[in-house]
């Protein structure tokens, strides 16, 4: 089993800046990839960014250009930068990570952008 931890959620004002961090423990040697979604109020989970272990990374349009993934192999660990913060991301932010046919989800933490 794999546990992901995120924390670095909060209030930000919007063109702001945060840091989302999500380190992995357990049976990791395995984890393809690793990424972030979000769950807007009242709307369906979608897809942030993600990246693999080779280094590729994938972003959603609407945050192309302001959120930057990295990655820690090292460290297990995965990280969102995000900057020029904006109303519509608000959000749950959720860690995700893939092990072969496996997908493991972090408990969510909570981005709240005022204007």
């Known amino acids: 089993q794999v546990r992901l931890v995120e924390s670095g959620g909060g209030l930000v004002q919007a063109g702001g800046s945060l840091r989302l961090s999500c380190t992995a423990s357990?049976?990791?040697?395995?984890?393809?990839?690793m990424g972030w979604y979000r769950r807007p109020p009242g709307k369906q989970r979608e897809l942030v960014a993600t990246?693999?272990?080779?280094?590729?990374?994938n972003y959603a349009d609407s945050v192309k250009g302001r959120f930057t993934i990295s990655r820690d192999n090292a460290k297990s660990t995965v990280y969102l930068q995000m900057n020029s913060l904006k109303t519509e991301d608000t959000a749950v932010y959720y860690c995700?990570?893939?092990?072969?046919?496996?997908?493991?989800w972090g408990q969510g933490t909570q981005v709240t952008v005022s204007t």
């Open positions: 357990g049976s990791i040697f395995s984890i393809v990839t």
């Open positions: 995700r990570a893939t092990m072969g046919v496996l997908v493991f």
């Open positions: 990246t693999t272990t080779g280094g590729s990374t």
